[in-house]
């Protein structure tokens, strides 16, 4: 799971186990405001509609059965590379097959290899020298710094800084940080989160009308700012950590001093910045100061599209030594076969992670609700298409389930699905998360993370409403949830992505029983070895939510046209261009 304060198990960040619990009071307010329902849009039209009573249940007995193997003593948490990996890719496979699944996978079997690689980096100083003045960054104190390049060591050398704001091209909003200044070789020092635009009708907010206003955009994201190093050429790139448009604190990055895994690309990653790294926002003022530069300044231009780069005349240097090790993981996926002989090549997929963190001295990290029961709930939607019976007919395309490896240490499994997909992109219509679910009882309503963003919520909401249950955005969308699980990365390559998660209106309970779950999940359980299958679990809500996500992925593999990006989206442009080749 990508930073903590999560009203649901699944984003990865936070690679370590023991820096699981950090970020409560955020989850307090998550609950605090009551979203509110909004109308869905029309839907494209699904021919041979069937109403959602008249579609299978799916059986929760047998999710929590799953459940309880997979969090299981034997399967010890689960983690990549290890016997019980083994041991959960063969349960996993073995269910598919008796489900009545075909061979996901192209080449007949049941898996897809993903290569990964484990690097662990020494500690090291970052050095600017301006003139012939040097001040040194201590390690994890101001600097958390890594490399990606899959080599015994990395440096900068003299490297010039180069201030560029927030490192951010969006063409959709006529943004470009960069200016068609070259700054190859160059280290990239950049502002964490989208652009902070003020609303020009009122300056104590944001303009709703660029960076989706106070929701995150994936420009904002971490992960795109060294994405932008890459594509820029830059030799390193240091983010500037602040810890409110960044929603962790410093102690969130210090996190990732240690063995961080990656996929092993062609290139080794050699075309990534040797050097990406967090500096925090005292040692960042600091070094603005040194050039003469006023920091607080910068920042304010930086929310403009005027800002243009400025060289800091001061140059950074830093060599990174790593120890590496190679682990050979594996996705499993599994097929039900679409009934129409041309459709049948097109996919709805459906996606959970089977990895969670293993053991150590701690305990198992049983990986209960993350993530046993998300693959859980994999395997009895599989189950729910094979009893589809009359009048609903069996699917025209094909529904892919992938149970995707090494979620925890980065949303690697799905990144690798999506960058060498087994079935083209193209003609993917939707992927929908499964990771984790409600245990706690009926709810009134549904959470749609990033909710407006495509079709696929539509189709969500319609088929909740015909549960007599409303669905809503997720109360937090300035943390950009959205950008922080499996689905993203199909989202990324431009595939529309659905994002479920529980509601927070539970019948017959008090107005603050969610919160107070979810609290309580994320004081006690979340990333923890206490994340077991408990006594108090009710699949009752469950059982309502997964058939929501049932039917969408029927609807949606029976639909007269793929479902859509909204206007706005910034993954539109990418999917629409694919879709034109
Ligand atoms: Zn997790």
């Not at 996929?263 to 050699?270: A, E, G, S, W």
């Not at 990324?492 to 107070?516: F, M, N, R, S, T």
């Not at 049932?550 to 629409?576: D, M, T």
Request: hydrophobic share 35%; net charge negative.
């Amino acid at each position: 799971m990508q930073v903590l304060a999560r009203l649901k198990p699944s984003r990865s960040f936070v690679p370590r186990p023991s820096r699981s619990i950090i970020v409560v009071s955020v989850l307090a307010a998550a609950c605090s405001s009551e979203p509110k329902p909004q109308p869905a849009s029309p839907l494209p039209s699904v021919s041979g509609h069937v109403a959602l009573g008249r579609l299978p249940d799916v059986d929760t007995d047998a999710v929590l059965q799953h459940t309880r193997v997979l969090s299981s003593n034997e399967y010890e948490g689960r983690a990549p590379g290890t016997k019980r990996e083994d041991l959960t890719v063969n349960y996993l496979q073995d269910q598919f097959i008796k489900v009545g699944l075909k061979p996901g996978n192209a080449d007949g079997t049941y898996v897809q290899k993903v290569p990964l690689v484990g690097i662990t980096p020494t500690p090291a100083p970052l050095v600017f020298t301006k003139d012939s003045q040097q001040t040194t960054l201590k390690w994890k104190d101001d600097v958390v710094a890594w490399t990606k390049h899959v080599a015994p060591s990395a440096e900068i050398k003299d490297s010039e800084l180069v201030f560029v704001g927030y490192g951010v091209v969006a063409p959709e909003f006529e943004w470009d940080d960069y200016k068609g200044i070259d700054v190859t070789g160059k280290t990239l020092v950049m502002l964490i989160n989208d652009p902070a635009v003020p609303d020009p009708v009122n300056a104590e907010q944001l303009d709703p009308k660029v960076f989706g206003g106070k929701a995150m955009t994936y420009y904002g994201r971490w992960t795109y700012k060294y994405e932008m190093g890459k594509q820029k050429g830059a030799a390193g790139v240091l983010i500037v950590h602040e810890t409110e448009p960044a929603g962790y604190g410093f102690n969130v990055v210090q996190g990732k001093t240690g063995e961080q895994f990656d996929l092993v690309t062609p290139d080794k990653n050699m075309t990534r910045p040797s050097i990406e790294g967090w500096i925090t926002l005292d040692s960042a003022k600091a070094l603005f100061q040194s050039a003469g530069q006023d920091f607080d300044e910068l920042k304010k231009q930086a929310a403009t599209r005027e800002f243009r780069p400025v060289p800091l005349g001061v140059t950074a240097s830093m060599t990174i030594k790593n120890s590496l090790r190679t682990i050979n993981s594996r996705n499993v996926l599994a097929k039900f076969e679409g009934s129409d002989p041309q459709l049948k090549s097109e996919y709805v997929v459906y996606t959970a992670h089977w990895d969670h963190f293993g053991k150590n001295a701690d305990g198992i990290f049983h990986g209960a609700e993350d993530d046993a029961l998300g693959c859980a709930a994999l395997i009895e939607v599989a189950r729910a298409f094979t009893k589809l019976a009359p009048p609903a007919t069996p699917p025209k395309r094909s529904i892919l389930f992938l149970a995707v490896t090494g979620e925890e240490q980065g949303l690697l499994g799905s990144e690798y699905y999506s960058v060498t997909p087994v079935h083209p992109l193209a003609k993917t219509l939707a992927n929908i998360n499964m990771d984790s679910w409600n245990v706690h009882g009926r709810t009134k309503d549904l959470t749609l993370v990033g909710f407006g963003a495509s079709e696929l919520d539509d189709y969500a909401a319609e088929a909740a409403a015909e549960q007599g249950r409303v669905v809503h955005a997720d109360a937090e969308p300035e943390k950009g949830f959205y950008y922080r699980s499996d689905h993203f990365n199909f989202a990324k390559q431009g595939v529309p992505a659905l994002d479920p998660e529980a509601g927070v209106d539970y019948i017959g309970q008090p107005a603050d029983y969610a919160k107070k779950t979810r609290e309580e999940w994320n004081t006690v359980r979340y990333h923890t070895p206490k994340d077991v299958v408990l006594p108090s679990w009710n699949m009752d809500g469950l059982r309502e939510d997964l058939k929501v996500f049932f039917a969408v992925g029927y609807r949606v593999a029976q639909a007269e046209k793929f479902p859509a990006w909204k206007p706005g989206s910034e993954f539109r442009a990418k999917r629409e261009a694919m879709l034109k080749q």
